[in-house]
Nanobody
Framework: VQLQASGGGLVQAGGSLRLSCAAS????????MNWYRQAPGKQRDLVAG???????DYADSLQGRFIISRDNAKNTVYLQMNNLTPEDTAVYYC???????????WGRGTLVTVSS
């Protein structure tokens, strides 16, 4: 599967962005879809994930501000980010994890910059 993330950009603190990740190939529903982020000089951390059935999981610090969703008909996963702060500045990566094998696929990432 190939992943193409989009929707990043520059936003002021308090603003919102919606990231999208389109997956090519078949069997999108065989994958749990995740968003990770990596801030400069830091490790890549899980932001949120959604199973093929729609069960979601979030990093504790982000729950309530970020919402992950997926459209299986469009092979696309979204990340709605609200009330952004400069600490949310990072490259955001889309990840697909095959349910049975747990093999990971990664997109290139999209940069989100939040100005104060």
């Amino acid at each position: 599967v190939q992943l193409q993330a989009s929707g990043g950009g520059l936003v002021q603190a308090g603003g919102s962005l919606r990231l999208s990740c389109a997956a090519s190939g078949s069997f999108f529903t065989f994958y749990t879809m995740n968003w990770y982020r990596q801030a400069p000089g830091k490790q890549r951390d899980l932001v949120a994930g959604v199973t093929s059935g729609g069960t979601t999981d979030y990093a504790d610090s982000l729950q309530g501000r970020f919402i992950i969703s997926r459209d299986n008909a469009k092979n696309t996963v979204y990340l709605q980010m609200n009330n952004l702060t400069p600490e949310d500045t990072a490259v955001y990566y889309c990840n697909a994890r095959q349910t049975i094998s747990r093999k990971d696929f990664w997109g290139r990432g999209t940069l989100v910059t939040v100005s104060s």
